[in-house]
């Protein structure tokens, strides 16, 4: 007698530890301590698959898999035939079926009729309904007289008679996700047991950690909706700042993941260890979409700043106007001097000369104004020379500016008035400091290196017209390039999760060069990611062949793809990275997607490969 009861005992602490492999009580002769026996066994198989269960749902992390896993499992543990799940749409208030399991294989829905269904729809059979509503687990069988639109069921199971289990979903809150209904063929043999209080009630317990795990993973799908949707919005803002820019922030992924999938497709020795999973993939996209969100601290009126003079207004019209004035002076001369006597054809060829004159210098003032490839020693010599004529300036430069402005004219004694002044000049009042909190300190935790200019604009107007290559400044230039500074910061105060880490590294790279000559950070290619480096081809492609920028045309695919062929033979692409991008063809798929037809010309990969050293 006392032999079982102590087993019985080991038992029972066995099962408190979850130990569940401890082995069984043995048999009694004394029925009761039998029958408890028995039950201790049921008890524990029970707990044992109610934990497996739980625990491999929580494991899931694929909502389709975590659906596929919560049929096979929920009917397996229930000894069931079938099981069918609706879940509830939160927009259309709808039941919508998401999988079928018929004898251990996923049946296609739409072939047995079974479609999305109005939850409160008065029409639905009651053990439908009822769970749908919130309301209890329903344990009926159902004929082909109650079938109703689940004929489809009957027939499949070939049985003129099911016995089912319709159990709600229900979620921390309370409120119903989906009902899950376990379905078993009539037999006539032991039929009744799938609707017994004991099954019903197992069924309750493993559709509520069923409902969670739905639950999780759908909110953690919506997180990410919610994440995808800021990191447009963001995106969307930055393009529609500039109207020169617009589109660019969604280009760029376009050209990064096509390059990755070839990478990841591709058989070659460089690129046979990239393998990525879907986390990589999902950290790549988000990269790839922020990877210029420091944007949004850049003035458009830099990044969109189309001619040497331009600041929030094109400047030219102040010079312009300076001519205007010198050419009303030429002729208020010639008058002058012909009432004093003056020989009148000899005045008015020295008037028509300086008249010519003026007129040529504004034209060249106003062509180096719209920038270039070069500036030419001789266009340099000859900007000072205009610079030196004088005009006659009659009113205070120091009425109705800003205070901003008034305190930086104080930096100059007033001159007294009338004052001749030079045509062009650079003034003290040019020169705008940079406030302490931008100035990044050498030794920083990011690791940024960078030559930071002593001003943080320089409107020095012969400063300006010098430049010697297209129309930014060094400070402008500072100004723009800072923008990766401030995507890498941003970044930096996300919270990403785990394998989100590398978000930063691989959008804060794609202005660096495989020489360690770019920037923020001057890294080398071996110090940078394969992603980073796929970004910084993706960026620059872009950028040559874009049609909206106002400081240049589009390139042709040759004529960015040359362009391309001399970064790399000057380390500032990856080679390899490019012949990829060469060889799968990526550049023709884009240029179908978004250049104009114009821009698309024939292109020699062969010879461009060769010249690239990629071969």
Not at 139 to 159: E, N, R, V
Not at 362 to 367: G, K, L, S
Not at 501 to 523: C, F, S, W
Not at 574 to 601: K, N, S, T, V
């Amino acid at each position: 007698m006392v032999k079982p009861l102590r087993s019985l005992v080991q038992e029972a602490l066995a099962i408190r530890r979850f130990d569940f492999a401890h082995p069984a009580s043995g048999r009694s002769p004394i029925l009761e301590v039998d029958q408890l026996a028995v039950s201790m066994s049921s008890m524990k198989d029970t707990l044992s698959s109610f934990l497996d269960i739980a625990a491999s749902l929580s494991a899931e992390t694929q909502f389709d898999a975590l659906i596929k896993r919560v049929m096979d499992a929920t009917v397996s543990i229930s000894a069931a035939q079938g099981g069918l799940l609706y879940l509830l749409d939160n927009h259309s208030g709808r039941l919508e079926p998401h999988g079928l399991i018929l004898d251990g294989q996923s049946r296609n829905l739409a072939d047995l009729g079974i479609h999305g269904l109005v939850h409160d729809d008065p029409t639905l059979p009651t053990w439908l309904q009822r769970p749908a509503s919130g309301g209890n687990s329903i344990a009926t069988s159902i004929g082909c007289d109650q079938a109703g639109k689940f004929q489809g069921l009957l027939s499949a199971m070939d049985s003129p008679r099911l016995h089912l289990i319709a159990a709600g979903l229900h979620n921390r809150q309370g409120d119903t996700v989906g009902v899950l209904v376990l379905l078993q063929r009539d037999t006539g043999e032991d039929n009744e047991s799938m609707l017994s209080p004991d099954r019903v009630a197992f069924v309750d317990a493993v559709s509520g950690s069923a409902a969670l795990c739905i639950e999780s993973q759908r909110l953690l799908a919506r997180q990410k909706q919610l994440l995808d949707a800021f990191i447009q919005l963001i995106a969307g803002a930055i393009d529609a700042k500039s109207p020169y820019t617009g589109g660019h922030c969604q280009r760029v992924p376009e050209i990064t993941l096509m390059l990755a999938r070839a990478a990841a497709e591709s058989d070659a020795p460089e690129f046979r260890d990239y393998n990525p999973s879907d986390e990589e993939w999902e950290a790549l996209h988000i990269a790839a979409w922020l990877h210029d969100c420091g944007k949004v601290t850049t003035p458009e009126y830099v990044v969109d700043k189309a001619t040497k003079l331009e600041t929030l207004y094109d400047r030219i019209h102040e010079v312009r106007m300076r001519f205007e004035v010198l050419k009303r002076d030429a002729w208020i001369a010639y008058w002058r001097a012909c009432t004093e006597g003056g020989e009148e054809a000899e005045l008015a060829r020295l008037r028509d000369q300086l008249l010519s004159d003026l007129d040529d210098e504004f034209a060249f003032i106003a062509r180096i104004n719209l920038g270039g490839e070069a500036m030419a020693d001789a266009d340099q010599a000859r900007l000072q020379q205009i610079a030196e004529r004088r005009w006659l300036r009659t009113l205070d430069n120091r009425l109705g500016v800003s205070w901003e402005e008034a305190k930086r004219l104080e930096r100059s004694t007033p001159a007294s008035l009338p004052v001749e002044e030079p045509l062009l000049a650079d003034r003290p009042e040019h020169l705008i400091e940079r406030v302490g909190q931008e100035v990044i300190a050498p030794e920083n935790p990011w690791g940024f290196k960078l030559e930071v200019p002593p001003y943080k604009f320089n409107r020095g107007e012969l400063h300006n017209l010098s430049i010697a290559r297209g129309t930014l400044t060094a400070e402008e230039r500072y100004i723009i390039n800072h923008h990766i500074v401030q995507t890498i910061l941003m970044l930096d105060r996300l919270p990403f999760p785990k394998h989100l880490q590398n978000v930063t590294e691989i959008a804060g790279g794609h202005h660096e060069k495989m020489d360690g000559t770019g920037y923020p950070k001057r890294l080398t290619r071996e110090q940078m990611s394969l992603p980073a480096r796929m970004m910084a081809i993706a960026d620059i492609f872009e950028a040559l062949t874009a049609v909206d920028r106002p400081y240049k045309k589009g390139k042709t695919l040759s004529e960015a793809l040359n362009i391309m062929v001399g970064m790399c033979k000057g380390a500032h692409i990856d080679p390899q990275l490019f012949a990829l991008f060469i060889r799968a063809g990526i550049y023709r798929r884009y240029a179908e997607r978004f250049m104009q037809a114009e821009q698309i010309d024939k292109v020699d990969e062969q010879a461009l490969l060769e010249k690239a050293g990629a071969l």
